[in-house]
């Protein structure tokens, strides 16, 4: 699965990381595990939201194989 | 009805995008333009600002801004024009228009637009200056201004 960052994560972690999926993942989990591998990035669910296949969703929702998921800073257009 | 929503990567003139505009003949055209400071909020030099977008989300935002514009106004047409990318002090990064036969509709059109895009619009902003770089985030006011929208349907 790849994922995709925007803003201040994208400079922090990349633009786009391949990640190795198991079954039953879900967005929490991808998550949690981001945290864990990027100590220094801000991943809390009050700020960073979380989108699948270019719809934002809960984090408990599931991820399946060819999924795009992306996470978002808060916004700062207009 | 006109709904004009652009993602612009390269610079653009806003005064001829409202001669342009206002050249539908409507009775009542207001207009917004958003430029790029030379300073941050704490008054520290800007010397670029950096907009980041998503490849798909970031056009649907401005559309659906444009449109809910049509649907809650009594517009005849509305204009939408961002720009992504790199920005130079004093260049425009958003231009606002709303065309309509009276001018309350108008002046409302653009004031909700902007607010919206402000909190709604799938943007990143980075402010680069010689003490380095800042990633913006809306200030209790811009949520404050678009929460008004939100109270008071009958605008």
Same mark, same amino acid.
């Given at each position: 699965?790849?994922? @995709? ?16 999926? @198991? ?36 984090? @408990? ?18 | &009805? ?14 001829? =995008? ?8 409507? /009775? +009542? ?6 430029? +790029? ?17 998503? *490849? ?6 401005? =559309? ?22 790199? %920005?130079?002090?004093?260049? *425009? %990064?958003?231009?606002?228009? +709303? ?14 637009? &902007? ?11 980075? =402010?680069?200056?010689?003490? /380095?770089? %800042?990633? %913006?985030?809306?200030? =209790? ?15």
């Amino acid at each position: 699965m790849r994922i @995709s960052f925007y803003g201040s994560l994208a400079e922090a972690i990349g633009r786009e990381v391949e990640w190795p999926l @198991s079954s039953g993942t879900t967005v929490a989990d991808v998550r949690e595990a981001l945290a864990r591998l990027h100590p220094s990035a801000t991943l809390d669910r009050q700020t960073v939201r979380a989108c699948l296949d270019d719809a934002i969703v809960d984090d @408990s929702h599931k991820v399946a194989p060819g999924a795009t998921l992306a996470f978002f800073p808060p916004l700062s257009g207009g | &009805m006109g709904i004009d929503a652009r993602l612009l990567y390269a610079p653009f003139d806003p005064a001829a =995008e409202l001669a342009r505009f206002a050249a539908q003949g409507a /009775g +009542a055209i207001v207009s917004f333009t958003g430029l +790029a400071r030379d300073t941050t909020r704490d008054g520290e030099p800007v010397s670029s600002l950096f907009l980041d977008h998503h *490849p798909s989300l970031t056009q649907v935002s401005l =559309e659906d801004a444009a449109s809910d514009a049509v649907a809650r106004f009594d517009l005849l047409s509305v204009l939408v024009l961002h720009r992504s990318g790199q %920005i130079a002090p004093g260049e *425009p %990064i958003v231009f606002v228009a +709303a065309a309509a036969a009276h001018r309350r509709a108008a002046f409302d059109a653009v004031d909700y637009l &902007m607010d919206r895009l402000k909190t709604d619009a799938f943007f990143w902003k980075r =402010e680069d200056g010689p003490a /380095g770089s %800042i990633w %913006i985030e809306p200030t =209790e006011q811009d949520r404050a201004a678009r929460a008004r929208w939100t109270k008071d349907e009958s605008i």
